[in-house]
Structures are given as C-alpha cells and as structure tokens.
C-alpha cells in the first residue's frame, strides 16, 4: 500500500514537520521537551481508570513512542501506530536500546481498524487529533478496535481565545517551549465536539481533566479547567 493510499486522512505536511523531528524524538531537552514533561501526566490519568499490566494497548500517532514506552514500562503489551515513518524508527531503536518490545506499525489507524477491529482493550491517542484533516474519522477507527468494555483516550487543544493566546501566541512565539508552526488554531477542537465524535461512534465519555503549564515554575499539572489543553476518557458498552 502507499503511502498515498494509507495517507487519505493525513495532512503530508504534517507527516513531514514530525518526521524531520524525528532525530530529537528522545532529547528530553529538545524541541519534543514538552511531550517528555506531561508524560507522567498522562499515564496518572491513564493509571487512575485503569490498571496497564496485561493489557493489550495501542497508541494511535504514537511518533517516536513517547507514550508507547511509558504504557509498556507500567505492563502494558504496548503497540504504536503512526504514518510518520522516521519518527516510528526513532521509536524502535529506542524501545530496542531499552530492552523493551513494542510493536510499531507504519499504517492508517482506518486501515487497522479495518483489519483489527475489536482486538484491543485500550487505546490512547494523544496530541494527535489536532493534526488530521478529519479527526472525527480517526474516533471512529479508534472505537471500532476497542473490545466491548474497552477504553479510548484521548486529549488535544481547546479551541477559544485564551487556547490561542497561550498554545500558540505564548508556546510557540514567547516562550518557544515547542517549534512554531506545530500548531494550526483551526484544528483546535472543543470539547463539546470531541465528545460528539465519541458518542456517534458509539462510545460513552467518563471523564475529562485539563493539563495546564506554568509558565513561572515552568511544570505541568492536570486541573479541572479545559480551556487550553485537555484530556478525555472514553470507554465502549
């Protein structure tokens, strides 16, 4: 299959941009800093609905496994999925540096979902919607893999005048905690939306939780305010 034909919900630029990255995918210190710093955040949140150890997980945009790693260092029998290719490289050899075995595939989640559905019992999919021309379709590729019982998460950008302000003006141009340009404020998406998508695929939402930085003590803590950043636990009856 091509990377035409796999690539239909996929911006190439997007691909690109991620994929020149991919050499500073595991430099906590670099331009993927930010990643490095909420992950433990992101698996709290994870953690706080599910115990990891056994199940078997994929992380939809994994890129260089970020997340990946940490679902498999808590249990998980991890697997990621990216059409990033370079970055899903970056991923494998550290996953091999680290002795850990994570399966990372180069394929449309639609594409997956197409031949896996039901397989997993949790996915995430975070930091990636925002990305995609249509991220309602990559919901709905997520809900179809899930096992009945199974979880979906998720988070991305609110969208709204202090999201653009602090995720773009601030992020990007003030404090250059990420690389302009990596963000696109129409893709932000509400999470009135986001929570559309999930229950017309048939999915019930649980909970949802803001992720805020401080731009004084330069740390991340999850809070109940979702203006800006935001996750979302989704699970399928």
């Known amino acids: 299959m091509s990377r035409a034909d796999s690539a239909r919900n996929a911006d190439p630029a997007e691909l690109d941009k991620f994929s020149a990255l991919a050499a500073h995918w595991w430099d906590s210190s670099g331009p993927m800093a930010p990643l490095h710093a909420i992950n433990p955040l992101r698996l709290s949140f994870i953690e706080r609905f599910d115990e990891l150890a056994g199940l078997r997980v994929l992380d939809v945009g994994c890129g260089g496994g970020i997340l990946t790693e940490g679902l498999a260092r808590a249990g998980a029998r991890a697997s990621g999925v990216d059409l990033a290719e370079d970055a899903l490289e970056a991923g494998r050899v550290h996953a091999r540096s680290a002795g850990l075995q994570i399966d990372y595939r180069c394929c449309a989640i639609e594409d997956l979902a197409a031949s896996q559905a039901g ?8 930091e990636m919607l925002e990305h995609v021309p ?3 379709a990559v919901v709905q590729a997520c809900a179809r893999l899930l096992k009945p019982g199974g979880a979906l998460y998720l988070s991305t950008l ?16 003030l404090l250059r905690i990420v690389p302009r340009g990596t963000h696109d404020y129409a893709r932000f998406i509400r999470p009135s939306e986001l929570a559309g998508w999930c229950r017309q695929a048939g999915l019930v939402v649980d909970a949802q939780q803001g992720l ?21 636990r989704c699970h399928r009856p």
């Open 119 to 126: 397989e997993f019992d949790l996915l995430t999919c975070m």
């Open 134 to 136: 249509d991220p309602a």
């Open 158 to 173: 609110n969208r709204n005048p202090k999201s653009f302000l602090m995720a773009i003006v601030g992020a990007e141009h």
């Open 212 to 232: 805020h930085y401080n731009p004084l003590t330069r740390t991340y803590s999850l809070q109940r305010n979702v203006d800006v950043n935001y996750l979302m």
